[in-house]
């Protein structure tokens, strides 16, 4: 029998921050009948596939991962932050380019004043790119 290591405390964590991401995504937009935005899209289409990679890469243990989760992670920190910048600067707003749908400045929750949902995958993509960094090779 093969023996099996523990699994990496940092991965796991990476990956439960992507899991709770993605739920929270698709709870605003299926349960809650929100519209994504343009950039809320790219912000989906960079964090969907990071729960796949450390899902296998958890269960496989594979620090590895590092190399191709993280571009995704930090590709979505700078569109979810100039998503952020974008609902609170007027100076950006006046150059929106998300004409088509649901404007990007637009903001579906604004918690305590400051909490948006591009905030949210922020601090999601920060937590995944700090847990990420974290790893140590075996």
Aim: proline share 4%.
């Amino acid at each position: 029998m093969s023996e099996r290591k523990k699994v990496n405390v940092n991965l796991f964590v990476a990956w439960i921050i992507s899991i709770v991401a993605t739920g929270g995504s698709l709870y605003f937009s299926e349960f809650l009948h929100f519209i994504p935005c343009t950039l809320c899209w790219y912000q989906r289409i960079l964090m969907y596939p990071i729960v796949l990679l450390l899902g296998i890469a958890t269960y496989e243990n594979n620090v590895e991962i590092k190399r191709y989760a993280l571009p995704f992670s930090f590709l979505g920190m700078s569109v979810s932050g100039y998503h952020y910048l974008l609902q609170h600067l007027p100076i950006l707003q006046k150059t929106e380019r998300c004409m088509v749908g649901v404007p990007c400045s637009g903001k579906y929750i604004d918690w305590l004043g400051f909490i948006t949902i591009p905030f949210l995958a922020f601090i999601a993509f920060t937590g995944i790119s700090l847990a990420i960094l974290r790893i140590k090779n075996n």
